[in-house]
């Protein structure tokens, strides 16, 4: 069974960076593929991005290309999200989630998902 | 982009009721779809994939049905349990991945 567990909430400046950390407990981060969605308050969800076990890369959403970054500490198996030049319509909860392993191949939905970290971005 | 639609926004239910929620794709994505259920303050927990396949652990009073553009989640017999949040979500075009806008279930 795997387990994510996700850094505490945050409070940052606008044009201030944020490092979200998602933990990994059940299958090594090497097993999975991790992305990271987000969800305004009151609103829907978003995908931010992830790994893409068809090619081996990370791949981003169009509207955070420049601004996130997201990274994987295979010998901690935990994955970071960092998003930059933050403004105030970053303020979201930001969630990891983990693709549907399909006894090898991989879907792209997401079966596990991390408890949330509040990210608010406030003067 | 492929855009999801879903209907209602908000739908009024009671205890024992059938519910029917509809997502729409702004193009085929065959059955490249899944639903999800989202309480408060609580991650999104996936329902259905595949358009149809229960995800292990999840009731049978949950089902889902369509391809191409059309979809539908239905709830059989509502339970307390129920009342939340869901959201379809297509896998058929990656990038990007993308959600409806939700539609919230409410008790009557």
């Known amino acids: 069974q795997v387990q994510l567990v996700q850094s505490g909430a945050e409070v940052k400046k606008p044009g201030a960076s944020v490092k979200v950390s998602c933990k990994v407990s059940g299958y090594t981060l090497t097993e999975l593929s991790m992305h990271w969605v987000r969800q305004a308050p009151g609103k829907g969800l978003e995908w931010m991005g992830g790994f893409d076990p068809e090619d081996g890369e990370t791949i981003y959403a169009q509207k955070f290309q420049g601004r996130v970054t997201m990274t994987e500490d295979t010998s901690t198996d935990t994955a970071y999200m960092e998003l930059s030049s933050l403004r105030s319509e970053d303020t979201a909860v930001y969630y990891c989630?983990?693709?549907?392993?399909?006894?090898?191949?991989?879907?792209?939905?997401?079966?596990?998902w991390g408890q949330g970290t509040l990210v608010t971005v406030s003067s | 982009d492929i855009q999801m639609t879903q209907s209602p926004s908000s739908v009024s239910a009671s205890v024992g009721d059938r519910v029917t929620i509809t997502c729409r794709a702004s193009q085929g994505i065959s059955s490249w779809l899944a639903w999800y259920q989202q309480k408060p303050g609580k991650a999104p927990k996936l329902l259905i994939y595949?358009?149809?396949s229960l995800q292990s652990g999840v009731p049978s009073r949950f089902s889902g049905s369509g391809s191409g553009t059309d979809f539908t989640l239905t709830i059989s017999s509502l339970q307390p349990e129920d009342f939340a949040t869901y959201y379809c979500?297509?896998?058929?075009?990656?990038?990007?991945?993308?959600f409806g806008q939700g539609t919230r279930l409410e008790i009557k």
């Open positions: 989630a983990t693709l549907y392993d399909s006894s090898g191949y991989y879907l792209y939905y997401f079966d596990y």
């Open positions: 595949a358009a149809s």
């Open positions: 979500q297509q896998a058929n075009s990656f990038p990007p991945i993308t």
